[in-house]
């Protein structure tokens, strides 16, 4: 019989590891998130190699666990914030747990006016605006601080695409820039989430930081600094030909620039992991096949499919020794656990499941937490700290995830179900 994929890959001690783990976690427990400062560490250390005159500033939307923010704080991040709420849980980080204070960027275009009033509070000076109506609201609500102006770009090759709703027109740049009265300190651009065509990249910084720049210059603004977004992807092998092309842009620029980003999935994604358990099992529709649902759901954890397009993969962690081998498959649907019949994780051909299973979803960190809600009275799961390194390293687990894609012809949920 074949062997799971963890000993087909030569990781039989993570398999060993993951085991034990599963084996001691408490019988009331079926969902549980595993979050790594390890792999967090690794990923900035990247970051700063791959791209070392970029600062990034966090997007807390992504994920906003205060162990992650007070990591990413401790290593010289910032923040980009994006509601009050988020500002708030930045501020709210202290001594001993964090050893400065980060920078935050209220990087929100359209803001509403008790927002702009109450963001000052906090001692925020720095917003985004894309909009003339944007500059006359910030000027009437007595704004003090400064902005970038947040610009439309070509956000072909990106999974999600933001230029139909943020970002100015080429057309209302000149505009923005001769009626503002709060000075345009830089530019901001993003070329889209998950963007796979690292062109966009070089072709958005050098109009931003040309023709966006001088426009600035010539109604008496100052720029000195050019962000230059998120949707950055985790896996270092795409993430590195995004900086090349980048690093290339970026040599054009002036050195007195001053060069921002903001990676939230870069940095969250690779960093939590998820166990999930079996609870049902029944005869698919017609005899064929199987139903399964497990202990989640994609109005929680998995609210990653609908919102951000992922397609999670998963690897059973067989409690018993004598459950190694692999199962044969079937046709089979995995369902989340609450009454909405849409609620379905992936369906396809898949091994065999069985009550009580562990499913082991890698690299769950990235718009889960953060997009999860509560329906149907289910609680997001518990969240607790890696300390004894028990996630694999994540160079081993992205061919284990395209193994199970090759492997796994499964469909995914990517429409949201209509109570969404």
Known sequence: MAQSNFCVKGISLTLQKLRHFVSNVSPKTSSLAVLSGTRLQSQ????????????????????????????????GVNFDC????????????????????????????????????????????????????????????????????????????????????????????????????????????????????????????????????????KYSHNPTILDIGGGYNPRQSAFQSAAS??????????????????????????????????????????????????????????????????????????????DICARSKEEGVLFGRTCDSLDVIAKGSMEQLEVGDWLYFPFMGAYTSSTASEFNGFPKPKLILDTDQVLPEVEQIWPLIDEFHSKNKLTYTNALPPIL
């Not at 190699?49 to 666990?65: G, R, S």
């Open 245 to 322: 092309a980048i690093n290339g842009a970026l040599a054009k620029v002036p050195n007195s620039v001053k060069v921002i980003a903001e990676p939230g999935r870069y940095f969250a994604q690779t960093s939590q992991d998820l166990f999930v358990r079996v609870i049902a099992k029944k005869r698919g529709l017609g005899g064929k096949g199987w139903r399964y649902v497990i202990d989640e759901s994609i109005y929680s954890q998995f609210s990653c499919i609908p919102f951000d397009h992922q397609q999670p993969a998963w690897f059973r962690v067989p409690v018993n020794k004598d």
């Open 44 to 75: 900035l250390k990247h970051w700063s190699k791959a791209l070392p005159k970029v600062t990034p500033f966090y997007a807390v939307k992504c994920n906003p666990e205060e162990f992650l923010l007070e990591s990413l704080t401790n290593a």
């Open 82 to 217: 994006a509601s009050l709420r988020e500002v708030d849980e930045v501020k709210r980080l202290g001594w001993p747990e964090i050893a400065r204070f980060p920078e935050v960027l209220y990087a929100h275009p359209l803001k509403s006016e008790h927002d702009i009033q109450s963001v000052k509070g906090y001692g925020v000076n720095r917003t985004v605006v894309d909009s003339v109506e944007e500059c006359k609201k910030l000027v009437v609500n007595n704004w003090k601080g400064d902005a970038l102006l947040r610009i439309a770009v070509s956000d072909a090759g990106s999974k999600m695409p933001f230029s139909a709703k943020f970002g100015a027109s080429r057309s209302e740049v000149e505009e923005i820039c001769r009626v503002s009265r709060i000075p345009l300190v830089g530019v901001s651009f993003h070329v889209g989430s998950g963007c796979e065509d690292d062109s966009q990249y070089a072709k958005a910084i050098e109009y931003a930081s040309t023709y966006v720049f001088d426009c600035l210059k």
